[in-house]
């Protein structure tokens, strides 16, 4: 199953690789840096429990309103036309009051649709039609009904969920491309992640850039180089591969 939306850092070009180094038997599988989903999604179930979890609140309430409420979200959206007007006064109403969940989502998912990158804050000037996509919201529902959707920091998460039957696959901001996020996370948020994933009972899987202070704080874990295509690099008329390590504890 595809995702339904676009995510900075979205796994589509990677999620078979990562679904290769999956144990055999999951108990419980907990997505720590949600986003767009793609390894979620790339299953109809990966274990008994699944927890997706992000801590974008706003990407959080569009994921509880496609679980629970995808008929009226599609309502939502439908006749709409791609234009700058239209990304502006989603983006201005998002930053103001009085607007229900459902309605917060519908402006959210303009946002992710229509920004340049889905960086949510330039418009991506592509003609691109909302209505576009709407049919797969009843399947992406049904894909989330049983999953428990979180809003929180991956540490309050992790200790809540993590149990010797856990696979905790955490594919977190990469390591000095932090300013690309709408979300803070520093060099101590690294460290602070690595500390607790040491600490995990469950199996750890990650996905992370290429790079040296990466492989110093999961020095002693499995780390398997990978590389994929640099899509902005070949846009550029480049060809330059991406270079990508998938970590894990098992």
Known sequence: MESFISRIGGKRALRERILAEFPAEIGRYIEVFGGAGWVLFARDKHAPMEVFNDIDGELVNLYRCMQHHPDELARQLTYLLNSRE????AKAQLEGRG??????AARYY??????????LRTFGC?????PHGLESFPAISKRLEQVVVENRDFAALIGTYDRPDALIYCDPPYHGTERYYSHL???EDHRAL???LHRAKGKVLLSYNDDAFVRELYQGWAIIPVERANNLAAKAGQSKPYRELIIKNY
């Open 126 to 130: 592509k003609a691109r039609s909302i």
């Open 99 to 104: 607007l229900t969940d459902i309605q917060r």
């Open 194 to 196: 690595a500390d607790v």
């Open 110 to 119: 303009i946002l992710v649709k229509e920004s340049f990158g889905a960086d």
């Open 86 to 89: 239209q990304f502006f006064d």
């Open 185 to 187: 996370f520093s060099e």
